[in-house]
């Protein structure tokens, strides 16, 4: 256990010297109950204790506006992930943690499709917002759960 630790701190400190003024996103994407929010409590406790600034975002479906059972749930959803994302990718210097992101929403757009959520037409055009050139600067630290 020592050992893993040492080499936490170890990164953490390689990271804080080579965010070069740029955010560093790390974006949990896992099944429901997983242990995603478990995860991100861990990373701020030890970010904190690290003296590493940081940001948490919320993850969205805790505060989307629009009803889940809306054909305009996901189009939201994919919306306001970008708009975040586009906001943390420049930043300041600080390491910004999602519980669920743009990764994350992918693959709930082709179950909208599956289901008859969504139409074929609308879930491409949503796709069609990963081919954007941000992607190309979207490289997040990307923590996968499986249940």
Same mark, same amino acid.
């Given at each position: 256990? #020592?050992?893993?630790?040492?080499?936490?701190?170890?990164?953490?400190?390689?990271?804080?010297? +080579?965010?070069?003024?740029? +955010?560093?996103?790390?974006? &949990?994407?896992?099944?429901?109950?997983?242990?995603?929010?478990?995860?991100?409590? =861990?990373?701020?406790?030890?970010?904190?204790?690290?003296?590493?600034?940081?940001?948490?975002?919320?993850?969205? =479906?805790?505060?989307?506006?629009?009803?889940?059972?809306?054909?305009?749930?996901?189009?939201?959803?994919?919306?306001?992930?970008?708009?975040?994302?586009?906001?943390?990718?420049?930043? +300041?210097?600080?390491?910004?943690?999602?519980?669920?992101?743009? #990764?994350?929403?992918?693959?709930?757009?082709?179950? =909208?499709?599956? +289901?008859?959520?969504?139409?074929?037409?609308?879930?491409?055009? &949503?796709?069609?917002?990963?081919? #954007?050139?941000?992607?190309?600067?979207?490289?997040?630290?990307?923590? =996968?759960?499986?249940?």
């Amino acid at each position: 256990m #020592l050992e893993k630790m040492e080499k936490i701190e170890k990164n953490l400190q390689y990271i804080s010297e +080579n965010m070069n003024g740029k +955010n560093i996103i790390i974006e &949990l994407i896992g099944s429901p109950k997983s242990g995603k929010t478990t995860c991100v409590q =861990a990373l701020k406790t030890t970010l904190e204790k690290a003296g590493i600034n940081f940001e948490i975002r919320r993850e969205t =479906a805790e505060y989307n506006p629009v009803n889940k059972t809306s054909k305009d749930y996901n189009t939201w959803m994919v919306m306001e992930l970008f708009k975040n994302t586009i906001e943390d990718i420049e930043g +300041n210097g600080e390491i910004v943690i999602y519980d669920r992101g743009i #990764l994350d929403r992918k693959f709930w757009l082709e179950q =909208a499709k599956i +289901n008859g959520k969504m139409t074929p037409k609308d879930v491409d055009i &949503l796709n069609s917002l990963y081919n #954007l050139d941000l992607n190309k600067k979207y490289k997040p630290v990307v923590v =996968a759960f499986k249940t």
